[in-house]
């Protein structure tokens, strides 16, 4: 009755007035399906939408979108459909042709249609094929990114449907790549299959390889195989798979073998006591583990527990009944293509993890250089260790955090504190030459010890000013993403920004000490200071100078390693170590020297790190040894020195 | 220049018995020791103290050790704290064991069956491994049962370490400054190591409850400690007569000889790298019997004790007390640890300055690293050069000799 009731409101809207204006392609085609619009349920809503969907009217998807999106509505009165949304007692209504308003309706007359989640998920799916196509390229990305969370092999027609008037070369490219993806994943003709396998080895991208990986899961089960499985291999027990997982295989499939555990061994031997004996032995005899086997076999002979069985028996067992990893999927041409593509992917990947670990090297090699080279100087000029060398790392950071307390803007804050570093921690630099060092020329040992001291009262002083938490040093916006090439390689911005700085330092100092007078005499007094000094070189003050921009150098370095790791008292200490490694291998007192240093010493870390990647404490364990033992091959390193301390 | 100071003949050694500062250092270790003891027995000192006590022995022992290897030789080691920690390591494993198995031993006697070696080994990972996620035994561990075998490798494996550090460096002759730093950064690398986890050693759980004396249980911590403080003041007497005995004799001018000018020793004939190499590894092997009566008093040992600034520490009393004189590296220990506990402690009053306190606790590093470079600028002899002045022993030179500044030539060493 209500049908009928309806139907003839639908009818008399189709005669008169406004309603007959909202007929059209979309109108029709959605009130074939009425009720079930209204009504929708996620079992039969398929066909509805499939049906929609090849109606092919060009309002379509903004129906379907308002749907599920909840905006549509359907006015009781005569059936019709509309979009809109509730404006206080009544529904400005809007258009399912075309989305123009077309009046009012009151809240009595309307009902907005609510479907659930799993109707809302088929309708989304039923729109991608028309965003697949949309005008607007963002959108077909957006249809693209959802595909790829979430494909599905109903999708696999639309989606090759579309690739053809696709004008968007990248679109074009990912919808492609998409197709294959879906293709092996779903896809039923193996010839296409294969093909788009191998096309799959030519990429690198973690879908490629999780799309190939998927088509090589296995099952692991108890052979022999049955007929038409695609058996990847056979697994050894002990090698390939534990071998109480192997029994336990075993068991599921029937043929257990009755291992006799400790445990049971055990509550059995204390269930047979009887009277302080144990099948006739002593119970204190029973303390090792030969003996308490020979009373359970002592027991099992007299039957009242199960016998345990041979050792052989079990190996016999295991080496009788193969165990088989069988590929979920049943075409062996599709896993071959598959196993061929991965091991080339894997090749490709290999490679582009070693050019990952050639940067990552190259990167942490910059920031030994930076740490290093101010100490290079110093130790090279006037043959002294400062072992305070990392509280001016440290000086320099904590500078760089004072000023961004003050300037809040990120990038002017980095602008002024580089220069402001260099100055402080040069200026500390040089009144530890004056009070300290120079009071103990030619006394290398004590000049280190007096360090020390400095070392240990900087560290407790900067505690005592701003705490042993870490302070936070923020890099601007612009250092904070990272520069992916692909999936495998990637560098973050501000590991860049640190190698230009050491290159720039690098050309700084070349230029220094090779064009200008100040290097004229710096390289004078560090290969023979007395003959320097017979010539007009004050050696004092060009200790100086290299003392303040040995120090400087440190200061910015600790601004740099300041953005990436932690500010703390104690982070130069952290750097000290490895900043006297780099020194002493590449060559007191050479820039290149000290560039050589950093650079076998960054790829020598990051090397074994590779080899063992679940350990970075011993990957410095083994660089320091290796360095230990570099030193006896080159006890003056990479590039010697030449001069007067040569000898 | 007199004939007679050409005389290249050895001088008699003078008898230890005749030697101010033996008999001095001999009758403070007895008096400090019974004085303690009776102390003790009186309860007018609490075991924490007798034990800071025996500790800082220890203390002065490794500080001897590193004063014969810098002060008398000149080689610089950054790295002996680490084999005063390996041997805490070493005595700590049968500690740990031995206590571990008698508990495992007493809880598996519960049960009905007696319990079989397979078990109680079981039992034992599990305690002592768990905590680094594995019952696995390390091959570490395969002595961890024998008292003298552990207490043989608390010295052994010090001195094999050292001997194959030092046969590397000093037969490719890094000498100086380089050997410093080489011997801070196997420091670290050992550090480090011992922090992982599979190191095999509870990587930075390090071992602990070494004041449980495995088989004395029933005796009280204010006992073993007095036995402690006994065996330590015993070590140190006998290893400074010892130190006392090598250092005046021949084999002692051979090392002063190479720490003042190691070129002329060698061109003299002496084979130099094995005069070091002995020292540096019989100074090793010292360190490691001061850290295994150390580290029982200690209660806990872990990778942080061995650590480069553990070491720079060692070095730091030394300086302090004034190297190349063996009462001076003992004092500086004695001195400047006993100071550090009395600050760090919070047993220094607090110093108000109006508009700022000073707190000890916060300040006393920066006392320490002060008070060590005014040392190292202008006290080069260390607290020892007060006992100078004491003994009114005049300069003889205009200028003040330090440890490093050469030594004297034979007509001016004439009394």
Partial sequence: ?647 | MSVESLDIAPRARRPLAARTDVIAMMLGLATLTVCVTLLAQMGLVSVSFVKLLGKTLCLCLAALALDLVWGFTGILSLGHFAFFGIGGYAIGMWLMWDRTEAIVAASLAQSTLPPTPFEIREAIGTQIFGVVGTSEIPWLWAYAGSLPLQLAFAVLVPGLIAGIFGWLAFRSRVAGVYLSILTQAGTLALSLWLFQNDSGLRGNNGLSGLQNIPGLTDVPQSVISIWFLWASAIALALSYLGASWTVSGRFGSVLRGIRDNEARVRFLGYEVEHYKLAVFTGTAMLCGLAGALYYPQAGIVNPAEIAPIASIYLVVWVAIGGRGRLYGAVIGAAVVSLASSWFTGGGAPDIELGFYTIKWTDWWLVLLGLSFVLVTLYAPKGLGGLVDIYTHKRARRREDLGPDQGSLRGEEEQP
């Fill in chain 1, 1 to 647: 009755m209500r049908r009928l009731s309806l139907a003839l409101t639908f009818l008399l809207s189709l005669l008169c007035g406004p309603g007959f204006a909202q007929s059209g392609p979309v109108q029709t085609a959605l009130q074939a399906h009425a009720e079930q619009i209204a009504d929708p349920s996620r079992r039969t809503i398929q066909p509805v939408l499939d049906d929609l969907a090849a109606s092919g009217a060009a309002g379509m998807p903004r129906f379907l979108e308002a749907w599920a999106d909840k905006r549509a509505l359907r006015r009781d009165s005569d059936g019709l459909f509309f979009l809109g949304e509730r404006d206080g007692d009544s529904y400005p209504l809007l258009s399912v042709e075309d989305g123009s308003a077309v009046g009012t309706a009151l809240r009595d007359d309307i009902t907005e249609l609510k479907p659930n989640a799993g109707v809302r998920r088929l309708i989304a799916t039923a729109l991608v094929q028309f965003q697949l196509n949309d005008p607007d390229p963002d959108r077909r990305l957006a249809a693209l990114d959802a595909l790829t969370r979430n494909p599905t092999p109903d999708l696999l027609a639309p989606l090759r449907a579309s690739i053809e008037n696709e004008e968007n070369r990248t679109i074009r490219a990912r919808k492609e790549a998409l197709d294959r993806l879906i293709t092996i994943r779903f896809g039923t003709d193996p010839a296409r299959r294969i093909e788009a396998i191998e096309w799959m080895a030519a990429r690198i991208s973690l879908e490629a390889r999780a799309a190939l990986n998927n088509v090589l899961t296995t099952d692991t089960i108890v052979g022999p195989a049955p007929d038409g499985a695609n058996v990847a291999r056979v697994l050894t027990p002990g090698e390939d798979i534990p071998e109480a997982d192997a029994l336990a295989l075993l068991a599921e499939a029937g043929l257990e073998v009755a291992t006799v555990s400790r445990a049971a061994r055990d509550a059995a031997l204390v269930d047979a006591i009887d009277g302080g004996r144990i099948a006739g032995r002593p119970i204190a005899t029973l303390d090792t583990e030969a003996a308490r086997w020979d009373a359970y076999d002592a027991l099992a002979e007299a039957g009242t527990v199960p016998p345990r069985p041979a050792e052989t028996a079990i190996a016999e067992l295991l080496a009788a009944t193969p165990i088989l990893a069988v590929y979920d999927e049943p075409d062996p041409a599709v896993t071959a293509a598959a196993e061929t593509a991965l091991a080339e992917i894997e090749a490709r990947v290999a490679r582009a993890e070693a050019a990952d670990l050639a940067l990552d090297a190259l990167s942490l090699a910059s920031i030994y250089f930076l740490a290093a080279i101010g100490l290079a100087i110093t130790f090279g000029v006037m043959g002294v260790i400062n072992m305070a060398h990392g509280e001016f790392i440290m000086i320099g950071a904590y500078t760089g955090y004072v000023v961004q307390s003050i300037v809040p803007d990120y990038t002017l804050s980095l602008v002024v504190a580089l220069p402001l570093a260099f100055v402080v921690a040069g200026a500390a630099g040089v009144a530890l030459e004056r009070l300290v060092i120079r009071h103990l020329a030619h006394r290398p040992l004590e000049t280190l010890l007096a360090t020390f001291g400095i070392s240990i009262m900087l560290q407790q002083i900067f505690k005592n000013i701003f705490g042993t938490q870490a302070v936070p040093l923020t890099s601007p916006d612009w250092l904070a993403g990272a520069w992916v090439l692909n999936d495998v390689v990637g560098i973050s911005y501000i590991r860049i920004a640190i190698f230009v700085l050491a290159a720039i330092f690098l050309a700084v100092l070349v230029y220094i000490l090779r064009r200008t007078r100040l290097g004229l005499e710096v390289r004078a007094v560090t290969q023979n200071p007395g003959m320097a000094a017979s010539l007009g070189v004050d050696p004092d003050k060009v200790g100086m100078a290299t003392f303040a921009l040995g120090s400087g150098i440190a200061g910015v370095a600790g601004v740099a390693i300041g953005l990436f790791a932690q500010v703390t008292s104690e982070m130069g200490s952290a750097y000290i170590v490895q900043s006297f490694m780099t020194v002493v291998v590449g060559g007191v007192g050479s820039v290149f020297g000290t560039l050589a240093g950093a650079g076998m010493i960054g790829g020598l870390q990051k090397g074994i790190e590779w080899l063992n990647p679940s350990n970075t404490l011993a990957a410095q364990t083994y660089m320091i040894l290796f360095i230990i033992l570099f030193i006896q091959v080159r006890p003056r390193g990479i590039v010697p020195q030449k001069g007067r301390f040569a000898a």
